[in-house]
């Protein structure tokens, strides 16, 4: 699994190196153009695109942090257990999502109650 997580890092770290390739790319065609986004056809779209970047990059920012914490717990030696119920996460699950912390069933009912 460690193999796996650090795999998963590499990834991570590559799609954050895209992104923010990406934002500075907005962020240069902006400077090239009106500065008001506003008055500006193009703005708005402009604006959603330098958001939605931003929005993407610290998503992909949180997962490495996930990932991070998911070493930690396999050194720790409490990594494979659901946080909440304590009972055993799936292989299948963590070789899908190795920065998973909670089983199937109890991520399912966190999930109902967010809503």
């Given at each position: 699994?460690?193999?796996?997580?650090?795999?998963?890092?590499?990834?991570?770290?590559?799609?954050?190196?895209?992104?923010?390739?990406?934002?500075?790319?907005?962020?240069e065609a902006n400077?090239?153009?009106?500065?008001?986004?506003?008055h500006d056809p193009?703005?708005?779209?402009?604006?959603?695109?330098?958001?939605?970047?931003?929005?993407?990059?610290?998503?992909?920012?949180?997962q490495l942090a996930?990932?991070?914490?998911?070493?930690?717990?396999?050194?720790?030696?409490?990594?494979?257990?659901?946080?909440?119920?304590?009972?055993?996460?799936?292989?299948?699950?963590?070789?899908?999502?190795?920065?998973?912390?909670?089983?199937?069933?109890?991520?399912?009912?966190?999930?109902?109650?967010?809503?």
């Amino acid at each position: 699994m460690r193999e796996r997580i650090a795999a998963e890092r590499a990834s991570t770290n590559a799609r954050i190196e895209a992104l923010r390739r990406d934002f500075e790319g907005i962020v240069e065609a902006n400077a090239l153009v009106a500065v008001d986004d506003e008055h500006d056809p193009e703005g708005s779209s402009t604006a959603f695109e330098r958001a939605h970047v931003a929005a993407l990059l610290a998503r992909a920012g949180e997962q490495l942090a996930e990932l991070d914490r998911a070493r930690e717990r396999l050194d720790h030696g409490d990594y494979g257990r659901c946080e909440s119920c304590g009972e055993p996460i799936l292989a299948a699950r963590l070789e899908i999502r190795p920065e998973a912390t909670r089983c199937v069933a109890c991520a399912r009912t966190r999930g109902r109650r967010r809503r």
